[in-house]
Each structure stands twice: as C-alpha cells, then as structure tokens.
C-alpha cells in the first residue's frame, strides 16, 4: 500500500507540472500534489521543493502565526497541550519543522516510538532542506521561507538568538542572526531572505488582507 501510495503522489506531482506547459500550473495545485508525494515517501521527500511550493502559494502568509503554534510553544513542555496543537500546526502547515519535532518529543514520551521517528526524520528533513550553504557569510546563506524558519533552525542547531539585524549586498536581502552555542561562542550566521520579503510585499499590496498594517518581524 505504501508503494502504490508513493506512485500515486509522484504521479499527481508529474501531472500538475506539465498540466500546462505553456503556463504556470495552479500553485495550490501543484503544492497539493507535491504534499502527498511527499507524505507518500516521508521521510525521503524532497522538502525544499515542499517548502517553496508551499510559500509560493497565492495565500501563504511569511509573517503569520497560527494560534495551534502560539498553544505549542506556550505548553512548555506539557505534552497533553502540546500534542494536539503541534498535530494542528501540521495539519495546517506540514513544512513547519517545529511541530514535527515537538510532535515527536511528545510521541516518544508516549511510548509511540514508530510515529516519532517518522516525525523527527521529517522535522530534521526539513531543518536540513533550509541549510543551503552553512550559513556563516551572505555566499553561504541559509534559505528560509519565514522568519518562524529561522528561529528553528536556531534552536535545532543548539544556538540561542542574541540580536538580529537586516542588511542588503550585492542586490540581495538578509537577515543576521548573532548566536551563541551552548559553551559560550558566538558566530552570525546569515539568511537570504528576498523570498520572505517579496512575500511581505504581496501581503501588503492594496487589497491584501494585511494591508491594514506592517506585519512583525518577531517570531
């Protein structure tokens, strides 16, 4: 069953990219059939192409927080909390690294070893999908979909945010996150960021549902 389910996702991924080869096929479509490709294969998908089809659809939100990860991160460590809003998160978002890894940490303290392995692999899967380069200069960025991406891999690396801050070279946008790792030692690491705001930008575009006012920038 899982080979025909894993055949029948990559079908509808190969039919909604040459659905039309002189346009553009639906975002959500496409995204729609890359996701079940990829929950027909998980943890081995393609994560980064999962992820930007994910932020290239027309109602993706860079800056946005769903109230089930506000529950997640403000369980603090209750599991009985913490569970069902990480699940909720990943119904609604299944690119969200940090529900698959608070997912699994709960999993495991509930003896469901096979369901948290599957959801540790996909939630390193997709930490691993955002490390394009290591990070430590603009030519080694990392390639974030949001700002909420940056901040897990942060936490996934061990390292604990102490300033950020925006800067633009050669043509490009970045944020600098200023780190320390668990003995003390501090590096900046670097995240290209053009998607993330162009994505802003079409959120704040006349019409848009945020067009009321600038989102924040603080995850």
Known sequence: MRALALVLGLTLASAAARA???APADPEARYQALLAAAKAAAPNADWAQLRIAYAERPSFKAFAQSGAKRQMFGA????KVALPAAREVIEETYVDADAH???AFCE???GQHA???LDRD??????????????????SAFTPIDVDEEYALMRALGLHVIGQAMVEK????YDVLTAD???GRRATYYFLIDRILAAERAELAPGAVSEGGPPSRTP
């Open 122 to 139: 996909i939630g390193s899967g997709l930490i691993a999908s955002i490390q394009t380069g290591d990070g430590l200069s603009p030519a």
């Open 115 to 117: 369901a948290a392995q």
């Open 108 to 110: 495991e303290q509930a």
């Open 170 to 173: 050669d043509g490009h946008s």
């Open 181 to 183: 790792d668990v003995k």
């Open 20 to 22: 039309d080869p002189h």
């Open 76 to 79: 603090a460590g209750d599991c």
């Open 101 to 103: 890894l608070v997912a």
